[in-house]
């Protein structure tokens, strides 16, 4: 399914939601746009990475409005690296960063196996995914820049997530708002990019990641049915952050969890 995704706003906080997984009431989820924080010239963006130009109290303000909006507890999140590794996160580990240099390095997918964790990935213009098996409640967020497409990040997380007991054509599946083929361009494609992604090349130089990724999660297990992408590309939208538009430093977010107290 591409281009479902539902607005939703309070209080000025503005974040989409993916119908398909909004089935699942124990799955509370949103992609929240740079709307209805206190970052930026202005005071009112939702800036949710640490960095260099934020005050730190800004960003933990933005996470717990985050957080409140969604009815989640204080998420998890990594220092992202355009790895390919996944970090597995439990409710007794009690691992939820509120300062610079708390997040852990070297990870680019969070997996809680269990209910009662919340999980954050930023970005501004890679992917974020999220990957859910309905019957095991076992949850995955994803970050996939072009490094991590070309390591197979997804594929990687579904083994992963079947390590969990998770069932690859159970899952359901959302790639967040991100470059879009319109602006997706990679002139050093030859050197960088695999042989195998060219038939995703949309034009001279341009490319179709959102169709990468669904081939990939296909090719791992996945129902096409049970892939959701929004395909809103982030550089042509202005209510999200864009690295390709001059947002160096701040980063909208795709935060999840599975609330314990859903039957």
């Known amino acids: 399914m591409a281009g479902s995704v539902q607005p939703r706003e309070v ?7 993916f119908p398909g997984l909004a089935a699942h009431p124990e799955l ?3 992609v929240f746009t740079r709307r209805g924080g206190v970052s930026g010239p202005g005071g009112g963006e939702l800036s949710l990475a640490f960095n260099e130009i934020d005050p730190p109290e800004n960003v933990v303000t933005n996470l717990g409005r985050a957080e409140a909006a969604l009815n989640l507890p204080p998420a998890a999140f990594v220092r992202q690296t355009h790895s390919a590794e996944v970090l597995v996160v439990r409710p007794e580990d009690g691992y939820h960063p509120r300062a610079p240099g708390e997040a852990r390095p070297g990870y680019d997918a969070l997996l809680a196996p269990l209910p009662g964790v919340a999980l954050l990935v930023k970005v501004a213009d890679c992917q974020a995914a999220l990957l859910y098996d309905p019957e095991t409640r076992a949850l995955a967020l994803v970050h996939s820049g072009w490094r991590g497409s ?3 990040i997804l594929g990687r997380t579904v083994t992963a997530l079947a390590a969990a007991g998770a069932l690859a054509a159970r899952l359901k599946a959302a790639i967040s708002p991100s470059l879009g083929p319109c602006c997706a361009e990679f002139v050093n494609h030859r050197a960088e990019l695999p042989p195998g992604f060219r038939p995703f090349m949309v034009s001279e130089n341009f490319f179709d990641f959102w ?3 669904r081939s990939q999660l296909t090719g791992a297990g996945l129902k096409k049915e049970n892939i959701e992408t929004a395909e809103i590309c982030t550089r042509c939208s202005p209510e999200f952050y864009s690295y390709r538009r001059g947002d160096i430093w701040p ?8 609330r314990e ?3």
């Open 11 to 17: 209080n000025s906080l503005k974040w989409y939601e």
């Open 261 to 263: 107290d859903c039957p």
């Open 150 to 152: 070309v390591q197979n």
């Open 28 to 30: 509370s989820h949103g």
């Open 211 to 213: 169709a990468i990724s």
């Open 251 to 258: 980063r909208f977010g795709f935060l999840a969890g599975v």
